[in-house]
């Protein structure tokens, strides 16, 4: 694989989802790899983008359709995927997760020819990356983390959210952090004040701290300012399961065209309007989100 602009490192999953208007659940396929990379073939292909993930031969499928709508992928393999059942109740902001099963985790061994301007991390279970994944990557180009694997904890299949202990190691290697307010308040031991708890984990070393809100938009922390982005109302609400990584999508692509913190946060949530309004990864243009930014 050629060197990217933005490389996407992650598992894709095997998902479950259960709402109130599917209550019997809807199988697809998810995790940050999916949903970013679907997001980044729907915008203008004038992003060099790649994504590495490890599936077991039940998402070898998913892989090659990718692999076949043009997105250079490298899958590294795995026994196992990732399997989670996430269940939404009528507030889609808040969700109950069950691992299922999980996949192998990536290795500075594995990631040895992996070259980009910035290696997109999504986190789905607190031993995807160890610490040293992240301190190699770090050293050939910007890194950038969703948080959320990291503080998952997995007891008898039940998530629970929980701090972790390598946080200071590896977040002073971390130019963007993606966190919601609910991780927030766990990686700063309960601090409620988003603005006091953006600029805690910026001492800790990160460089864009990124804070998304649901249905109130997003708070992004950069160069001691504190920048407020709004929400955009979705004509429905249907499911929110891959908002974060279309989030976090929208943001890399934005500052890629060199987008300030403002600009990207914008174009960031108007994607995200866009994914919410049907269920499965971004499939709007960049017309439609710049329609609703304007």
């Given at each position: 694989?050629?060197?990217?602009?933005?490389?996407?490192?992650?598992?894709?999953?095997?998902?479950?989802?259960?709402?109130?208007?599917?209550?019997?659940?809807?199988?697809?396929?998810?995790?940050?790899?999916?949903?970013?990379?679907?997001?980044?073939?729907?915008?203008?292909?004038?992003?060099?983008?790649?994504?590495?993930?490890?599936?077991?031969?039940?998402?070898?499928?998913?892989?090659?359709?990718?692999?076949?709508?043009?997105?250079?992928?490298?899958?590294?393999?795995?026994?196992?995927?990732?399997?989670?059942?996430?269940?939404?109740?009528?507030?889609?902001?808040?969700?109950?997760?069950?691992?299922?099963?999980?996949?192998?985790?990536?290795?500075?061994?594995?990631?040895?020819?992996?070259?980009?301007?910035?290696?997109?991390?999504?986190?789905?279970?607190?031993?995807?990356?160890?610490?040293?994944?992240?301190?190699?990557?770090?050293?050939?180009?910007?890194?950038?983390?969703?948080?959320?694997?990291?503080?998952?904890?997995?007891?008898?299949?039940?998530?629970?959210?929980?701090?972790?202990?390598?946080?200071?190691?590896?977040?002073?290697?971390?130019?963007?952090?993606?966190?919601?307010?609910?991780?927030?308040?766990?990686?700063?031991?309960?601090?409620?004040?988003?603005?006091?708890?953006?600029?805690?984990?910026?001492?800790?070393?990160?460089?864009?701290?990124?804070?998304?809100?649901?249905?109130?938009?997003?708070?992004?922390?950069?160069?001691?300012?504190?920048?407020?982005?709004?929400?955009?109302?979705?004509?429905?609400?249907?499911?929110?399961?891959?908002?974060?990584?279309?989030?976090?999508?929208?943001?890399?692509?934005?500052?890629?065209h060199g987008a300030g913190y403002e600009e990207a946060g914008r174009f960031a949530a108007a994607m995200c309007t866009l994914k919410l309004e049907h269920s499965g990864p971004f499939d709007g243009t960049i017309d439609d989100v710049n329609s609703i930014i304007f």
């Amino acid at each position: 694989m050629e060197k990217k602009q933005i490389l996407c490192i992650g598992h894709i999953t095997h998902d479950r989802i259960i709402t109130p208007t599917l209550p019997q659940g809807v199988d697809c396929a998810g995790g940050t790899a999916y949903y970013v990379a679907w997001a980044m073939h729907h915008l203008p292909h004038d992003v060099s983008f790649g994504v590495v993930t490890a599936v077991g031969d039940d998402l070898q499928h998913e892989v090659e359709r990718l692999r076949q709508a043009g997105t250079d992928i490298v899958d590294l393999g795995s026994p196992t995927s990732v399997f989670f059942e996430n269940s939404y109740g009528r507030n889609m902001n808040n969700r109950r997760q069950r691992v299922m099963s999980k996949a192998a985790p990536f290795t500075v061994d594995a990631l040895r020819d992996a070259q980009a301007d910035v290696f997109h991390l999504g986190t789905l279970l607190v031993d995807d990356f160890a610490p040293e994944v992240v301190e190699y990557l770090a050293t050939k180009g910007r890194v950038c983390i969703d948080v959320q694997g990291y503080l998952r904890e997995v007891r008898q299949q039940r998530v629970y959210a929980v701090d972790w202990a390598d946080k200071l190691r590896v977040l002073k290697h971390t130019d963007i952090l993606k966190v919601n307010e609910n991780e927030i308040d766990v990686l700063t031991d309960g601090e409620r004040d988003l603005r006091r708890g953006a600029k805690l984990i910026s001492s800790w070393g990160v460089r864009e701290v990124l804070v998304t809100l649901g249905d109130y938009g997003s708070l992004i922390y950069a160069d001691d300012r504190f920048y407020d982005i709004p929400s955009y109302a979705p004509r429905q609400v249907v499911d929110a399961t891959g908002c974060g990584d279309t989030y976090a999508a929208g943001y890399l692509y934005a500052q890629a065209h060199g987008a300030g913190y403002e600009e990207a946060g914008r174009f960031a949530a108007a994607m995200c309007t866009l994914k919410l309004e049907h269920s499965g990864p971004f499939d709007g243009t960049i017309d439609d989100v710049n329609s609703i930014i304007f």
